[in-house]
């Protein structure tokens, strides 16, 4: 990842993510009843709702949803890593009382531009939008979402990834900060 500073893991994120794995292990016969085809995808979903029980994925575009249960699964079978979603689909009130937020406190809607889209603009919005978490899964993420049409999109944004299958598995050229490549109304 292109960060100037790289967060070193944390033991406890270590704990959490074996954990997880050690619970849904747990879960998968349970999981196997309920959707023998899908067990694995199921098991995983229930153990990471217990670890990021305030987690929304409601919003997000059937493709999006799809992608990043995919994505997931895998993280966390494969990998033993973690990824949880911090923010997926926001509300178009929500996106605009964020920028106007940010607005007031960076002082220009040119420079809230650099971390908040106003609602037109905002691809969180659009549901296609993905703020991951931890650090671990973002890398984890950066390194593997292509197959899932999931790319990290912003140099200042290590946790924004967006369900991007019009790119055709070419990731798109990151953009330094949110607001470039963007028209200012």
Same mark, same amino acid.
Request: net charge positive.
């Given at each position: 990842?292109?960060?100037?500073?790289?967060?070193?893991?944390?033991?406890?994120?270590? #704990?959490?993510?074996?954990?997880?794995?050690?619970?849904?292990? #747990?879960?998968?016969?349970?999981?196997?009843?309920?959707?023998?085809?899908?067990?694995? !995808?199921?098991?995983?979903?229930?153990?990471? /709702?217990?670890?990021?029980?305030?987690?929304?994925?409601?919003?997000?575009?059937?493709?999006?949803?799809?992608?990043?249960? *995919? *994505?997931?699964?895998? *993280?966390?079978?494969?990998?033993?890593?973690?990824?949880?979603?911090?923010?997926?689909?926001?509300?178009?009130?929500?996106?605009? /009382?964020?920028?106007?937020?940010?607005?007031?406190?960076?002082?220009?809607?040119?420079?809230?531009?650099?971390?908040?889209?106003?609602?037109?603009?905002?691809? @969180?919005?659009?549901?296609?939008?993905?703020?991951?978490?931890?650090?671990?899964?973002?890398?984890?993420? !950066? !390194? @593997?979402?292509?197959?899932?049409?999931?790319? /990290?999109?912003?140099?200042?944004?290590?946790? @924004?990834?967006?369900?991007?299958?019009?790119?055709?598995?070419?990731?798109? /050229?990151?953009?330094?900060?949110?607001?470039?490549? @963007?028209?200012?109304?």
């Amino acid at each position: 990842m292109n960060e100037p500073r790289t967060i070193p893991p944390r033991p406890r994120d270590r #704990l959490y993510a074996a954990l997880t794995l050690v619970l849904a292990v #747990l879960l998968l016969p349970a999981a196997f009843a309920r959707r023998p085809g899908r067990a694995r !995808e199921l098991a995983c979903s229930w153990a990471l /709702r217990m670890r990021f029980p305030a987690e929304d994925l409601t919003g997000l575009t059937d493709g999006a949803l799809a992608a990043f249960t *995919a *994505a997931r699964t895998e *993280a966390l079978w494969r990998h033993g890593q973690l990824l949880g979603l911090t923010s997926g689909y926001r509300d178009p009130v929500v996106q605009q /009382r964020m920028f106007d937020e940010e607005v007031r406190r960076s002082g220009s809607p040119a420079s809230a531009r650099m971390l908040v889209l106003p609602p037109a603009e905002s691809s @969180h919005v659009k549901g296609i939008a993905l703020d991951v978490r931890p650090h671990e899964g973002a890398r984890w993420l !950066e !390194e @593997h979402g292509g197959r899932y049409d999931l790319y /990290r999109m912003y140099d200042n944004e290590w946790w @924004h990834f967006e369900y991007r299958p019009d790119c055709g598995g070419t990731p798109p /050229r990151r953009r330094p900060h949110p607001g470039v490549g @963007h028209v200012i109304d």
